[in-house]
């Protein structure tokens, strides 16, 4: 039920808490009975208690007992808080649904007891779910226990009509080119609403915010919201950047009046934006905040981390909710993916299939309506685990239970508790915290009998936990490819920094992903990893990032020795351990990016025959329904990757589950032969040992 964000839920528990003796009894037993009849919502709570004193009250939750004065008390207060959270909802405007009085008029029949009776009633009568509505109520009650509160869309568009309402309020007054057009139209407020375009709702608060700090400053100094010339925007620039250096603020403000300046219409070459001066003042002052300013950076994660958050996904120890957040920030490493765009994920999109996990971005900074590029692909294969090949699919059967799929955001706000998810959007600070309490969660993985368990929580420094932010995590792959020597066009479009639209783009950032992966997956298991992957930088980078925020005694040196210490003996047991069922090809490479991606040749480790890595690949039809095998040198359509989505099979034979159906020109016959092939392979080796012999 969506109850606005106010609930009384905290004022029932507490009910009566500070009683003792008899008083305690009973202020504890109305407690019960106000949980058991779903009392949370404060107008479901005032309809409940409607036309009763406080006596009154009280005599129907214990008819059995004289008045407590202190139990009255406490009714009352209860009663106050409901409508003080009932009063600034404003719910006299909003009105009350049927289903609403029809689950009210439930409840207090509930409560009142069998009239014919003695007045009493069970506690077993007070089940709710006893109840069905008739009629045509049925369909407003499933939409008012259904309907999913604070929405992403809902709130995007509010967020965008807040501020294009504050961007009317600063142009309306303005007889520029496009406002003038736009006064003339049938509907001006209208027109003036579209100047903004397709901007997202941030981009509209930073500009129109930025816009009206300089507007106040020139009504202040110079009687008019609008700059008479170029001397109006370097005087401003020059006072902001002396008063309050932000290293931000030359570059958003040019932002802003460019931006501006293109809404109201006024012609290019008349911009105070494209001014020599205002250019040459923007490029100085930029150098002047810059120096001596420290850049503020995101750290990635040290490996180790990324093993840790692996096995608490598995960990039954650990809350539901925490064990979802490591889930959800490990897909934000493999994917880089920004918080802001994962949340924009909507479930639907999201599946899972024996090649991965994959979903579609359908907006981001770079993407979405009105953009050039609609919609992106986020894609994180199977291989991408080091100790725990099951925290996919683990992570996702906890997401889809306990979080469900109804709705067009991807996570919702976690419970206090950390037990389950609520209906609403968890927004910035609620993303902060779980990715905080995650990181506070993990524990350091240990090899015991050559199987990995998770450790006792709290391995990471508490400063650590601070220094790591929702943007570490897209930062992550791409620093440690870069550190291995993946060049920067292999780099670019894990990240989207290089977003393209068509359906080579998602062909090849598959392939791609899954490439890079393994090339990261085999570097982690031999020796010397935490020198190629440049660990004991992370850790300091981690550390300055630390001490950055909460002071120089946020981590200890000794912390900072202690971890990196143990996060190198983690990665030592990792290059140790025997992996079942996988061998680590020492041959791995990434190809440099071309226009496809394509399988690389390696050479035998036994002679000088030249082998595919993968010698299957798997075309995946637009629905996602037709998975067709091919041999990767087969059919014409194999060997020119002619598909608008496949995935390449290194598994030979390749297992039933990942394909639907084979290609018959590949196979001309009845089909693929594996155990044939296996005979045939066996005799030939057979034959040339003879031979040798």
């Known amino acids: 039920m969506d109850r606005g964000g106010f609930s009384l839920r905290s004022s029932l528990d507490g009910f009566g808490k500070g009683l003792v003796g008899s008083s305690a009894v009973v202020a504890a037993r109305i407690r019960r009975q106000l949980l058991d009849l779903g009392l949370e919502d404060p107008a479901v709570f005032l309809e409940f208690t409607a036309g009763l004193d406080t006596e009154a009250l009280f005599e129907l939750f214990v008819p059995d ?99 294009v309402s504050r961007f009317r309020t600063l142009v309306e007054g303005l007889s520029f080119p496009a406002i003038a057009a736009a006064k003339l139209t049938a509907n001006p407020e209208m027109a003036l609403d579209s100047l903004v375009g397709a901007s997202r709702a941030g981009t509209l608060r930073k500009r129109v915010r930025t816009w009206e700090t300089f507007s106040r400053w020139l009504a202040m100094t110079r009687g008019r919201v609008w700059p008479a010339g170029v001397q109006d925007i370097v005087d401003y620039l020059h006072m902001q950047t002396e008063e309050n250096p932000r290293t931000s603020f030359p570059k958003s403000f040019a932002a802003s009046l460019r931006w501006m300046e293109s809404r109201v219409g006024i012609e290019p070459a008349a911009r105070l934006s494209q001014h020599d001066l205002f250019k040459r ?37 650990l809350p539901v909710a925490v064990r979802v957040g490591c889930w959800v920030r490990l897909l934000k490493v493999v994917a880089s993916l920004r918080s802001d765009d994962l949340q924009r994920v909507r479930p639907d999109t999201v599946t899972l299939l024996d090649s991965g996990l994959s979903a579609k971005l359908l907006r981001t900074k770079t993407s979405g309506a009105g953009k050039k590029v609609r919609e992106l692909v986020m894609y994180v294969p199977r291989c991408a685990w080091l100790v725990n090949e099951t925290w996919l699919e683990t992570g996702f059967a906890l997401w889809e239970t306990h979080a469900g799929t109804d709705r067009d ?69 791409v620093s440690i490819l870069a550190a291995m020597g993946t060049s ?14 068509s359906d080579a783009y998602v062909r090849n950032y598959r392939a791609l992903v899954r490439r890079l992966v393994l090339s990261f997956q085999t570097t982690a298991w031999k020796e010397g990893a935490h020198e190629c992957f440049d660990e004991d930088h992370t850790m300091l980078d981690a550390c300055g990032a630390a001490r950055s925020k909460l002071g120089d005694g946020a981590v ?52 000088d025959k030249v082998t595919e890595v993968a010698p299957y690949l798997v075309s995946v039809s637009k629905r996602g329904t037709v998975s067709r095998l091919h041999k990767a040198q087969g059919c014409w359509r ?56």
């Open 65 to 163: 007992a004289d008045l407590d004065e202190k139990i009255a008390k406490e009714l009352k207060t209860l009663v106050t808080s409901a409508a003080r959270m009932q009063g600034v909802a404003a719910r006299a405007s909003c009105g009350v649904s049927p289903a609403l009085r029809d689950t009210v008029s439930f409840l207090k029949r509930k409560g009142a007891g069998d009239s014919a009776g003695n007045g009493r009633r069970e506690e077993e009568d007070l089940n709710v779910n006893d109840w069905t509505p008739h009629g045509a109520r049925r369909k407003y009650r499933r939409k008012l226990l259904t309907e999913t509160p604070g929405s992403q869309a809902e709130k995007d568009r509010n967020e965008t009509v807040k501020w």
């Open 281 to 317: 003042c923007i490029e100085k002052e930029q150098t002047n905040v810059e120096q001596g300013a420290e850049v503020g950076r995101s750290p990635r994660f040290p490996v180790a981390v990324l093993m840790g958050l692996e096995m608490a996904v598995s960990d039954p120890g």
């Open 409 to 477: 955001f991807f996570l919702p706000r976690p419970t206090l508790a950390l037990d389950g998810f609520s209906r609403k959007l968890a927004g910035p600070g609620d993303l902060a915290a779980l990715g905080r309490e995650c990181l506070r969660r993990v524990g350091r993985p240990r090899l015991l009998d050559g199987v990995w368990v998770p450790g006792a929580p709290g391995w990471l420094p508490a400063g650590f936990c601070r220094a790591f932010t929702g943007h570490s995590e897209r930062a992550t792959l």
């Open 488 to 501: 920067k066009s292999d780099r670019d479009p894990l990240g989207r920094w290089s977003p393209e639209g």
């Open 556 to 607: 200890t040196d000794w912390e900072v020795e202690d971890f990196t210490k143990e996060a190198k003996e983690v990665l030592k047991d990792l290059a140790g351990w025997q992996v079942k069922g996988q061998t680590v090809d020492e041959n791995v490479q990434v190809q440099e990016s071309t226009n496809e991606v394509l399988p690389d040749p390696v050479k035998d480790t036994e002679g």
């Open 638 to 693: 194999a060997r020119g990757l002619r598909f608008s989505d496949f995935e390449m099979i290194l598994d030979d034979p390749p297992r039933p589950s990942q394909f639907t159906t084979f290609c018959r020109d590949c196979w001309p016959g009845a089909g693929p032969t594996w155990e044939k092939a296996s005979a045939s392979s066996s005799s030939s080796a057979a034959s040339s040992s003879s031979a040798s012999a």
